[in-house]
């Protein structure tokens, strides 16, 4: 690795990185002062002799208010690389369409263990794995949800998503990423979206590490409205953080650019770093955000709330009202209703719902059941909602339950209204809970009917029925 000399000061990225604040915002940063064109975004000579690039993240004519676009400032421009590979040998689990001949229908309630972390080495590239998807990332619709195990920084190579947008949960093991627009430092319970087609390079301070991955085609996540709750609540756009500028000058014989095509990886070959940018300016960037700053909203008198109250940021259809994807939180919070279920009731979703742990436990599931970095699904129309263990203890602290803290808890869902197909790997897991519907299996019926009714007699389906003619039927 060969540095070359220059005349700019180098900024070097030890420690936290420095963020700039807000969600939307049209940033600008300069790693060092002059380096943005003050007045157009393409001078015939760039300050410092550095090359303009435009990275869109929207077609150039879509409406004002959703056009996403930032202008990078470079000492080479992206193009210089030597032609895309197909990237042999890969671990062939990526998956950008999903259809009959690569992934599976399945209503049944799917459950699994965390997956143990290899001891082989395994950078997050090669970790990543998909699970569940609907759509295709060539017609622009649809979304994969991946995980991935990862134990080793990436090596003189950076990561291009060109298929959509990755909103990376990590659930053990902080990430440190350097992307085109600078670093960010992510740690379990943060958040990190990194736009289509950002490159990137992901480090692993911590070695051994675990998380999710929700991939979004052909939209962008957006904070939700907040309807009758106001003006503030959930997410606060001043609590996304996006980097500030830094850039390495370096030569890098071998550098590889791995990029994301139609869920294939291709390489391309450069002799630089990517992370060359000195100043950018624009609106579509990568940013992280942690779930801790989350200020959520509840019932405060009866009845449980549908888990969209405690949506973080949404990934729109053109439906209004219907999520692509929508990655919603359960994070500490009180519980006070009255006379009340208040775990998550029993349902069918026609949206589809996969869910992991970041830590401690779910309200509606055993601890030693559902675990940090496992996961579930729970697919269009399927039944779900507390296990028996939950539903019992639940019935057993009563009615009468004063306000009670949930603590020391984050779990998340993804949940879209496309029907999503399920991996073949992910369905011949070793980590797959094959007993998970177990877990239902104990709720027994406490339906009876009470004899309040002297004349009441039976009648010949073996129903006891009133003087009036209706049934009396009450809990036990
Ligand atoms: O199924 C789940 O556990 C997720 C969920 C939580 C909740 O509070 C209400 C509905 C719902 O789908
Ligand atoms: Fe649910």
């Known amino acids: 690795m ?84 197909l990237r042999v040998p890969s671990n062939g689990k990526l998956l950008s369409e999903f259809s009959q001949a690569n992934s599976s229908a399945n209503p049944t309630q799917l459950r699994w263990k965390p997956v143990d972390v290899p001891e082989s080495p395994v950078d997050f590239i090669d970790g990543l794995y998909t699970i569940c998807g609907a759509g ?103 609590d996304f953080l996006t980097p500030t500028a830094w850039f390495e000058d370096i030569t890098r014989p071998g550098y590889t650019i791995v990029q994301k095509f139609g869920g294939e990886l291709f390489t391309a070959v450069q002799d630089f770093s990517p992370f060359n940018v000195v100043a950018w300016h624009g609106n579509y960037v990568p940013y992280k955000y942690n779930l801790s700053k989350f200020c959520p909203y509840n019932t405060v008198l009866i009845d449980h709330g549908d888990p969209s109250i405690n949506t973080v940021l949404t990934a729109p259809t053109d439906k209004p009202g219907v999520a692509l994807l929508d990655f919603v939180i359960f994070p500490p919070r009180w519980l006070v209703a009255e006379h009340t279920f208040r775990p998550p009731y029993y349902h069918r979703n026609c949206m589809s719902e996969f869910m992991g742990l970041i830590h ?81 299996i104990g709720l027994r019926s406490h339906f009876t009917v009470k004899e309040t009714c002297p004349e009441s007699a039976s009648n010949e389906n073996g129903h006891r029925e009133t003087g009036n003619g209706s049934l009396m039927l009450s809990n036990e």
């Open 136 to 238: 295709s990332s060539f017609l622009r619709h649809g979304y994969a949800v991946h995980m991935y195990t990862a134990n080793k920084s990436m090596d003189n190579c950076a990561f291009c998503n060109a298929d959509g947008d990755f909103l990376i949960v990590p659930q053990k093991g902080r990430l440190w990423i350097t992307t085109e627009c600078g670093k960010l430092n992510v740690s379990p319970g943060e958040i990190v979206v990194l736009p289509q087609g950002f490159r990137f390079a992901v480090d692993l301070p911590d070695g051994p590490s675990r998380g999710y991955v929700a991939e979004i085609f052909g939209t962008h996540f957006q904070l939700p409205d907040l309807g009758p709750i106001g003006a503030n609540g959930l997410a606060a756009p001043r």
């Open 360 to 440: 401690g436990s779910y309200e509606a599931k055993a601890a030693d059941a559902f675990l940090p970095g496992g996961a579930s699904l729970h697919n269009c129309m399927s039944p779900h909602g507390p296990d028996t263990q939950s539903y019992e203890a639940t019935i057993a602290r009563g009615n009468d339950a004063g306000p009670t803290k949930l603590a020391g808890t984050m779990a998340f869902m993804f949940e879209s209204s496309l029907i999503p197909r399920i991996c073949q790997w992910a369905l011949e897991s070793p980590f797959m809970d094959h007993d998970y519907y177990q877990c239902w």
């Open 2 to 85: 060969e540095k070359h000399s220059h005349s700019l000061p180098k900024v070097v990225g030890d420690g936290e990185p420095l963020y700039l604040s807000g969600f939307g915002n049209h940033f600008s940063s300069e790693a060092v002062p002059g380096a943005l064109p003050p007045d157009q975004n393409s001078p015939l000579i760039c300050p410092y002799g550095l090359y303009a690039e435009q990275l869109s993240g929207t077609s150039f004519t879509s409406p004002r208010k959703l056009n996403l676009r930032s202008w990078l400032y470079r000492i080479k421009p992206s193009v210089t690389h030597e032609p895309f590979k």
